[in-house]
């Protein structure tokens, strides 16, 4: 392709790209709408879970801050980091340019997928945090929500930042690169070990970590199914490619 077609065609998709933005976050306040039973069956189910862990929070994190050792330190620290926005940011960033670079439009499309899901969660995630004012485990004063008088932006347990994003990224992955069989185990594996860790390291309750992967999760699914891609598709009516810009 040469490199005026190229920058043409990313031109006409930054455009719709840019404008799916609101029409994800349109499509995500309306879904409640239009769900049906098993779409409530499967919403009750993970306030439910959320419920759940919640109550067992404090049992929960006694139980890890008993088992930490040496071994899981070293994997904890190490999964830590796939959560980290200050590494994830610039790799998605990475990413894209390359895929500019190189031609690459499957690369394009996980790069800005993946971004749009991670501002999308993260959005979300830290007006929880905002709103929700919960201490983390680690300030030893409960497992409470609103927690204390006035407003303290340190009051920031809930829900977990790492697990948010590294759920928001997993599924992108998997399914982007669905044709590798190792992909998918891979991004959930670490995408949990993550999660934990936020637990193990104390500072997050469980609920925290759960709420996060979960909202991080459903991001990816949203995003998915409302953005467009470059994408190159063999037209069986024609000798060459043909190419279209898919939903």
Do not use: C
Request: glycine fraction near 8%; avoid cysteine.
């Amino acid at each position: 392709m040469s490199s005026a077609l190229w920058a043409e065609r990313q031109q006409s998709y930054a455009q719709k790209y840019i404008k799916s933005y609101p029409e994800s976050i349109g499509k995500a306040v309306s879904a409640p709408l239009s769900w049906d039973g098993e779409g409530w069956l499967t919403a009750g189910a993970l306030v439910l879970s959320a419920g759940t862990i919640y109550l067992a929070d404090e049992e929960i994190n006694d139980f890890v801050q008993r088992k930490r050792s040496d071994f899981s330190e070293t994997i904890m620290t190490g999964a830590k980091q796939f959560g980290e926005g200050k590494y994830v940011l610039p790799a998605l960033g990475a990413t894209i340019l390359g895929a500019y670079i190189l031609d690459s439009e499957k690369s394009m499309d996980t790069g800005l997928l993946s971004l749009k899901s991670f501002i999308l969660a993260n959005g979300v995630t830290l007006t929880l945090k905002t709103v929700s004012q919960r201490r983390r485990p680690s300030a030893d004063r409960g497992k409470e929500f609103f927690a204390g008088s006035g407003f303290d932006r340190k009051r920031d347990s809930f829900p977990s930042g790492h697990s948010t994003i590294v759920w928001s990224i997993a599924p992108i992955l998997a399914e982007q690169y669905r044709d590798k069989i190792w992909v998918a185990p891979a991004a959930y594996s670490i995408a949990t070990l993550t999660s934990i860790s936020r637990v193990h390291d104390n500072n997050h309750w469980a609920s925290d970590a759960f709420v996060g992967a979960v909202i991080g999760y459903v991001s990816a699914r949203l995003v998915l199914g409302s953005t467009p891609r470059l994408q190159l598709l063999p037209n069986p009516e024609l000798a060459g490619v043909n190419m279209y810009l898919l939903f």
